[in-house]
């Protein structure tokens, strides 16, 4: 190997996967790196996440060498000194010609060869962290260094915190080598294939299509799926594969699916009310599902955080941890509803108070309406789990459950204004005009980052208020949201 370094045009390990999904998206991130939106905030919570893994799968192998991240050039010289030397190394900066990578953790495996250890923090391998290394094992040994062994180290979906995180009992590492040779046999001709794209002035003509998702949401969405028009055939509910079926035969407004096409019994009832413009409602299942509500009723909603680096004892990778509450209670039909919140503060378990201050709250009879309510049960499940004595409380407050969705996924009630969704976020506006757009905390995933925002990582005051307010808006608006659907569905079907 030659001690110079050269600044070419590379295909970088995250090129290289951005064009196995698009070679669209590959050329706009070289060409217009602008028009790329920047990740969401959840999303950098995901990668921060992803470097502490990182950080303890370097435990695993004492001894070994970091190579910084800040000079490229310089990294790339470290990297060929530490490859005399006989020991780890970590994220070292290979480069080849046209590609380059930073291979997690190189660990020397004797007679000039080396062993590639992958870390990721999935609970399982996918087919992309195949490609992932096969690319890297590719650049590696274009490079002159020699690879013998490929291993996955991911995260054990079994492992519990007892004190301090020992990587040895969090990370499960298994041998890749015979699934990255088969993902490589054509990697010289993708390279080409890749490169050239990156090389031409002309972004690539690429249709949408399953792609678009698989094996990442892909950014460009917005931008590349902007001209569908309202009630495209993408909206039909549970669609899958007819969508771009349908796409592909020409057929983009639902409204102009055949006759005669194959539809199940609630996209024929989607298809009817986007053509009518009239909500579909059965009474009578409407009517049994509000008689079946006892009163008092509860409109519990949790809002929780996970990380994959368990954060408490007793707890497994991405276990949900609940943080808030917000309960609307309505004692009798017609009464105005009382309202009542728990939001953690401090960076302490946040579960013994919300505990403690939910069994105050959800007395000990009537309906507790929760919507897509499988997840309010398992909160509870897991809560019972960790601190047995409630578990007898649990168990009395689980069957008093009762899920709003149940209507809406049954369709006993759909409106146009869904776009064949059933979710709270989608059903809320349709019939209450209700909205979460533009509101600071708009999902439960952005509200579990801001909480850890608030509460774990040293936020200002000024700033931390404002997320609790934020936080407590967003929690609110998913009780009284559902309340209001409940009004909306007694004055349409009784
Ligand atoms: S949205 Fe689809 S077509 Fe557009 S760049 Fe992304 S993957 Fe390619």
Known sequence: MSNKVVAPTVLSKTNFLCGIQCPRYLWMILHEPKSIPQPSEAMQFISQQGRRVGELAKLLY?????????????????????????????????????????????????????????????????????????????????????????????????????????????????????????????????????????????????????????????????????????????????????????????????RDIPAGYSLNSKQYIQVDCIKSGVPHIRKQAIRDFIASLQYPVYFLDFETFATVLPMFD????????????????????????????????????????????????????????????????????????????HAGWVAGVLPRLTDLLKPFINFDYYHPDQKGSASLKKVLPALTGLSYEGLPISDGRQAGVAFMEAEFNGSGEMRRDKIRRDLSVYCGLDTSGMLAILKKLQSEAC
């Open 314 to 389: 007793g707890v497994c990778p991405n276990q949900q941890i609940p943080f808030q509450f917000s309960l609307h209670v309505l004692q009798r039909s017609g009464a105005i509803a009382e309202h009542y919140g728990f939001l953690a503060r401090g960076p302490e378990d946040p579960r013994p108070a919300l505990l403690s201050e939910l069994k105050t709250r959800l007395g000990t009879s009537g309906s507790i309406v929760a919507y897509h309510a499988p997840f309010e049960q398992q909160v509870l499940r897991d809560l019972a789990e960790t601190y047995p004595v």
């Open 62 to 254: 004492p001894g070994g060498v970091d190579i910084p991240v800040l000079d490229f050039a310089a990294g790339i010289l470290m990297t060929r000194e530490q490859l005399k030397c006989n020991r780890p190394i970590f994220e070292a900066s290979i480069l080849s010609e046209h590609v380059y990578c930073r291979p997690d953790i190189l660990v020397p495996a004797g007679d000039d060869l080396w062993d590639i250890i992958e870390v990721k923090s999935a609970t399982t391998i996918k087919d992309v962290s195949i490609q992932d290394v096969a690319f890297q094992r590719y650049c590696c040994e274009s490079a002159g260094v020699n690879i013998r062994r490929c291993r996955l180290a991911y995260i054990n979906n079994q492992f519990v915190k007892r004190g301090e995180i020992d990587p040895n009992e969090l990370f499960i590492i298994e041998d890749i080598t015979d699934r990255v040779e088969l993902a490589g046999i054509d990697m010289q001709q993708k390279v080409e294939e890749y490169l050239e794209v990156l090389s031409s002035p002309n972004c690539p003509q690429v249709r949408i299509g399953p792609h678009c998702s698989q094996p990442f949401i892909c950014p460009l969405q917005e931008r590349c799926w902007s001209f569908l028009p309202e009630h495209s055939v993408f909206e039909l509910y549970w669609g899958g594969s007819k969508c771009f079926e349908l796409f592909d035969r020409g057929i983009i407004d639902i």
